[in-house]
């Protein structure tokens, strides 16, 4: 919690958040997500609660209805958001990308800003796969990517409920047991996925004002 607390002010310990979050309510940020049992929607949640975004599921056919196209047309930021299933992202989440080709052609999803975050039963389980394939899919999309920019907790005092734990550095990475509910979910990743959210309306934030200036 000590560096959620750094994040909020400047080096000379004057707070960071002020002078944005006045603007911040005026950037739209959408979070789309699949999830088939539920740990990823408790993640998606979460990560739109830090950046005050608005929640789109993928159903499990892999659909979203067009009023959720529309809004993420609209919206200055995207974050995607998939379970790791067998090293990569879900079907329906491919299937909702494969549909993205539509605003692609027409570049509607062009110089937005783009994050992500993935969940699996195991440490590792090839994460990493599927935060690649968004950074891929933002990127054909004209996209700017977010960063986690967070230390890792590798040390031996290093906990379970710790940020960061997983160390990745693209996006936030969260682990379940494969026996567990979406309620046993660590602390450590929620919250980091949390500050993630709030990064990424942040940076949008400064996004959207530089190219107003
Ligand atoms: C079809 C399938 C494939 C999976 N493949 C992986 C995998 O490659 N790596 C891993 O660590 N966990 C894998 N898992 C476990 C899920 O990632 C894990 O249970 C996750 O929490 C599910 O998220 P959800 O509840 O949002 O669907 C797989 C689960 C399923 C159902």
Request: charged content about 25%; overall charge neutral; glycine content about 8%.
């Amino acid at each position: 919690m000590a560096w959620a607390r750094t994040m909020d002010r400047r080096s000379d310990g004057t707070p960071k958040r002020q002078g944005l979050s006045m603007t911040q309510s005026t950037i739209k940020t959408a979070v789309v997500y699949h999830s088939g049992f539920g740990h990823t929607k408790r993640l998606a949640e979460i990560v739109a609660e830090g950046a005050s975004a608005s929640l789109i599921a993928i159903d499990a056919e892999g659909n979203i209805q067009q009023d959720e196209w529309e809004a993420l047309n609209e919206a200055d930021a995207i974050i995607f958001g998939s379970p790791t299933y067998m090293g990569g992202p879900s079907w329906q989440f491919k299937k909702f990308a494969d549909a993205s080709s539509k605003p692609w052609f027409e570049e509607k999803w062009k110089d937005k800003v783009f994050g992500g975050f993935t969940n699996s039963a195991s440490i590792n389980g090839d994460k990493l796969n599927t935060l690649q394939y968004f950074v891929l899919l933002a990127g054909q999309h004209g996209g700017v990517w977010v960063s986690l920019a967070m230390k890792p907790a590798n040390v031996k005092a290093s906990k379970r409920d710790d940020l960061n734990r997983m160390g990745s550095y693209i996006a936030p990475m969260a682990q379940c047991d494969a026996d567990a509910a979406p309620d046993e979910m660590s602390e450590g990743d929620l919250e980091t996925a949390r500050l993630y959210g709030v990064r990424v309306a942040e940076i949008a934030t400064r996004f959207a004002a530089a190219q107003k200036a």
